[in-house]
Structure formats: structure tokens, C-alpha cells
């Protein structure tokens, strides 16, 4: 599986990105999807992650209410919509997939999954 990252960008405290994640690959519509970010002097942390239905969804408190993951297995992407972006949100942000179950990427997946894609920087000023 091939994750290709894209979306990032400079923007306004206050305004919205949407990250999206191409994927490519056997079955990559199969895979629980995670997105994680690193801010600079700090550890990557789990963002958001989605089940491989689309029918669960997981958000680190952080971005509860502001950011929302979806996907599209038809189109074999997964998205990111980041609103209210604030500047404590500027990271690379990574997209990743998993065939260990959605709850596992939750807690275990910012330590390493099976797939990574190349990061996508977002800087939030204020």
C-alpha cells in the first residue's frame, strides 16, 4: 500500500485545510486510516482515525468538534477536514494504514503502523 499525503498549506488562525490521502495498493479500501502529526521538538500523536466502513470514527481531544476524517474507498482516499485551525496545530501531518482494528490505531498506531505516508505541513499563524 502507497499513501500519498497532499492538502497542507499556510493558513489563518481561524481558517480551514482539508487534508486528503490517496491510497494505492491491494486492498487499500480494506485498511483502518489514521492521521497523526509531529510539531516540531515534539512526539507525532494521533490525530484521527476511521474504520476501514467508514462507520467509525476516532478523534484525539485536541481537534474534537473542529476536525472531521472521512473516506471515499471508491476513490481509495481518506480525508481531513480542519477547521477553527489554530496555530498549536501546526505540524507535519502524516496519513497511515492499518489492518489491526480501529481502536488499536487509537492507542498503538502513533508508535507505528503498517504504512505511512510522506507528511503534509500545516502552518496555522496567528
Known amino acids: 500500500v502507497q499513501l500519498q499525503a497532499s492538502g497542507g498549506g499556510l493558513v489563518q488562525a481561524g481558517g480551514s485545510l482539508r487534508l486528503s490521502c490517496a491510497a494505492s495498493g491491494r486492498a487499500a479500501s480494506s485498511w483502518a486510516m489514521g492521521w497523526f502529526r509531529q510539531a516540531p521538538g515534539k512526539e507525532r500523536e494521533f490525530v484521527a482515525a476511521?474504520?476501514?466502513?467508514?462507520?467509525?470514527?476516532y478523534y484525539a481531544d485536541s481537534v474534537k468538534g473542529r476536525f472531521t476524517i472521512s473516506r471515499d474507498n471508491a476513490k481509495n482516499t481518506v480525508y481531513l477536514q480542519m477547521n477553527s485551525l489554530q496555530p498549536e496545530d501546526t505540524a507535519v501531518y502524516y496519513c497511515?494504514?492499518?489492518?489491526?482494528?480501529?481502536?488499536?490505531?487509537?492507542?498503538?498506531?502513533?508508535?507505528?503502523?503498517?504504512?505511512w505516508g510522506k507528511g503534509t505541513l500545516v502552518t496555522v499563524s496567528s
Open positions: 476511521i474504520s476501514w466502513s467508514g462507520g467509525s470514527t
Open positions: 497511515a494504514a492499518d489492518s489491526r482494528d480501529t481502536v488499536v490505531v487509537v492507542f498503538e498506531g502513533r508508535y507505528g503502523m503498517d504504512y
